[in-house]
């Protein structure tokens, strides 16, 4: 499956739900937002059908999303259900930890590759006032559990922002390599709220990673199926990612798509464009004119971002 510019689009994020135990600043107000009526959100078996579809033409790789998507109760049973969808390679989960550790078995059990958990400080004030919740404990507790489970590949997540965890860097670098993880950073991107945040740039990192470990050597070879670029440090025992849209575009390269807990397909996350896909999924469209919706949809895919061209919040597009 190819877009007008020729991408090839096989991986595809998809979000559970809208809703999050969380409040992170950049993402939800810590007020909340109105939750989506439940009949308004896509269904487990319309989930399953669409995936069918989307790998029927060259989707081999989903990532399970939210708002926070084990708020969303059997998720677990979606997955292995996705799992055994042949055609699929890889089902992976962004989780922020908080409900992970009673969930860890079932995830194993539904046969999940991959977690990658939103830690963006080690600092537990700190913690508090990005997400407005003391749980940070919990999520260390569930990230040390994980060890208990080798067959889920591991990434820690941190969004960068610099009046918070500018200085952090290479304890939480120190961390990750520490339970046997890849540490992603990802740059803030101008989306709703995140536009009031300040980020710090990905050569900022290497510097300071580089003063730490010693000199950095770019990984050519594809890591992972998304965009991260990853780098090895002389003395660092892992490898660091690094998601950075703003100053290190990958338009040219992006691969991925995302429908939305509301069943709409947005081919680019920088762009207010989307396909409603619940719509003519409940009129009973047969599975080939979904097909032709999708593939006409994909192929209008944009060059490229272009922000703040989207006011919605994160907790909405599924990150």
Same mark, same amino acid.
């Given at each position: 499956?190819?877009?007008?510019?020729?991408?090839?689009?096989?991986?595809?994020?998809?979000?559970? %739900?809208?809703?999050?135990?969380?409040?992170?600043?950049?993402?939800?107000?810590?007020?909340?937002?109105?939750?989506?009526?439940?009949?308004?959100?896509?269904?487990?078996?319309?989930?399953?059908?669409?995936?069918?579809?989307?790998?029927?033409?060259?989707?081999?790789?989903?990532?399970?999303?939210?708002?926070?998507?084990?708020?969303?109760?059997?998720? =677990?049973?979606?997955?292995?259900?996705?799992? #055994?969808?042949?055609?699929?390679?890889?089902?992976?989960?962004?989780?922020?930890?908080?409900?992970?550790?009673?969930?860890?078995?079932?995830?194993?059990?539904?046969?999940?590759?991959?977690?990658?958990?939103?830690?963006?400080?080690?600092?537990?004030? @700190?913690?508090?006032?990005?997400?407005?919740?003391?749980?940070?404990?919990?999520?260390? +507790?569930?990230?040390?559990?994980?060890?208990?489970?080798?067959?889920?590949?591991?990434?820690?997540?941190?969004?960068?922002?610099?009046?918070?965890?500018?200085?952090?860097?290479?304890?939480?670098?120190?961390?990750?390599?520490?339970?046997?993880?890849?540490?992603?950073?990802?740059?803030?991107?101008?989306?709703?709220?995140?536009?009031?945040?300040?980020?710090?740039?990905?050569?900022?990192?290497?510097?300071?990673?580089?003063?730490?470990?010693?000199?950095?050597?770019?990984?050519?070879? +594809?890591?992972? =199926?998304?965009?991260?670029?990853?780098?090895?440090?002389?003395?660092?025992?892992?490898?660091?990612?690094?998601?950075?849209?703003? =100053?290190?575009?990958?338009?040219?390269?992006?691969?991925?798509?995302?429908? %939305?807990?509301?069943?709409?397909? @947005?081919?680019?996350?920088?762009?207010?464009?989307?396909?409603?896909?619940?719509?003519?999924?409940?009129?009973?469209?047969?599975?080939?004119?979904?097909?032709?919706?999708?593939?006409?949809?994909?192929?209008?895919?944009?060059?490229?971002?272009?922000?703040?061209?989207?006011?919605?919040?994160? #907790?909405?597009?599924?990150?």
């Amino acid at each position: 499956m190819r877009d007008q510019l020729g991408r090839e689009i096989d991986y595809m994020r998809i979000s559970l %739900t809208d809703r999050c135990n969380l409040r992170c600043g950049y993402c939800m107000p810590r007020c909340g937002v109105p939750s989506v009526p439940h009949e308004m959100i896509l269904r487990f078996d319309e989930i399953i059908r669409l995936v069918n579809i989307f790998c029927s033409m060259g989707v081999k790789n989903v990532k399970i999303t939210g708002g926070e998507p084990l708020v969303r109760k059997n998720a =677990s049973a979606l997955i292995g259900e996705m799992k #055994s969808i042949s055609g699929i390679e890889k089902v992976t989960m962004t989780t922020n930890g908080i409900l992970l550790s009673e969930n860890l078995e079932a995830l194993a059990e539904a046969g999940l590759d991959g977690i990658n958990i939103s830690l963006d400080t080690l600092n537990r004030n @700190k913690y508090l006032k990005i997400t407005g919740s003391d749980g940070l404990d919990t999520v260390l +507790k569930a990230i040390d559990r994980c060890r208990a489970f080798p067959q889920i590949k591991l990434k820690i997540n941190t969004v960068t922002m610099a009046d918070y965890n500018r200085d952090e860097i290479c304890a939480l670098a120190d961390f990750a390599a520490d339970c046997g993880a890849s540490i992603r950073f990802i740059e803030m991107m101008p989306i709703g709220l995140g536009a009031g945040f300040d980020g710090y740039s990905q050569d900022e990192i290497i510097a300071a990673l580089e003063e730490a470990y010693g000199p950095a050597k770019i990984i050519n070879e +594809k890591v992972g =199926s998304g965009p991260a670029q990853y780098f090895e440090f002389e003395g660092y025992r892992g490898r660091v990612g690094f998601i950075s849209p703003m =100053s290190h575009k990958f338009c040219q390269s992006c691969n991925r798509i995302r429908l %939305t807990s509301e069943g709409l397909l @947005k081919p680019c996350l920088g762009s207010n464009e989307g396909i409603d896909l619940r719509k003519p999924l409940r009129e009973g469209l047969t599975d080939e004119k979904l097909a032709d919706i999708i593939k006409q949809g994909i192929y209008r895919k944009p060059a490229g971002h272009c922000f703040p061209a989207t006011n919605s919040l994160m #907790s909405k597009i599924g990150g």
